[in-house]
Nanobody, 122 residues
Framework: DVQLAESGGGSVQPGGSLRLSCTAS????????MGWYRQPPGKDCTWVAT???????YYINPVKGRFTISRDNAENALYLQMNRLKPEDTAVYYC????????????????WGQGTQVTVSS
């Protein structure tokens, strides 16, 4: 049973920082590209960042220079360090096992874990 558990969200002021964590189980973590997706209230699920199994990293332009994705294969853990947060970063953030998405065709948001809420406001 593939399970992802996100944590670390919260409410911060613009310019603040948060570090999101995700622990994974039910699949071979080190063989899977892992991604962070987010879903703002009332809006679509969108991709944020990916770290592949070989360590290659990709970000969407709005978060480049502010967010850092990383992984610890020994702990089956995925992280997202978010700095200089902006109100438009407000969303539920989901940790996504991209290998499992490819194998099952289940969508990235809401199908693998509960997500963690990030709220950025003054």
């Amino acid at each position: 049973d593939v399970q992802l558990a996100e944590s670390g969200g919260g409410s911060v002021q613009p310019g603040g920082s948060l570090r999101l964590s995700c622990t994974a189980s039910g699949f071979t973590f080190e063989d899977s590209s892992m991604g962070w997706y987010r879903q703002p209230p009332g809006k679509d699920c969108t991709w944020v960042a990916t770290i592949d199994e070989d360590g290659s990293i990709y970000y969407i332009n709005p978060v480049k220079g502010r967010f850092t994705i990383s992984r610890d294969n020994a702990e089956n853990a995925l992280y997202l360090q978010m700095n200089r947060l902006k109100p438009e970063d407000t969303a539920v953030y989901y940790c996504v096992p991209l290998l499992q998405v490819a194998r099952t065709l289940r969508g990235p948001c809401g199908n693998w874990g509960q997500g963690t809420q990030v709220t950025v406001s003054s």
